[in-house]
């Protein structure tokens, strides 16, 4: 997991309790994307260019995991 090419952004609008409100969820959701389109303003495109696509990450994963031999 330590070099899987992602950054995940959430947007939370619970407490952990009780309390549930389900009317700060949309407030949450648009907190989180606008935060995403900020942080995509400091990224490079020749970063993104550079890094390896998740499917090639997972395909090389999934190449390792069955190449290992179990006794």
Known sequence: MNHFPCLVIRGTCAYA???KNDRWQCHASVMAAAYAQELLT???VAGVQ???RALDVLHLGHFLLCSLVLD
């Open 17 to 19: 309790d009780s309390q």
């Open 42 to 44: 400091y990224v490079s």
């Open 50 to 52: 550079e890094t390896k």
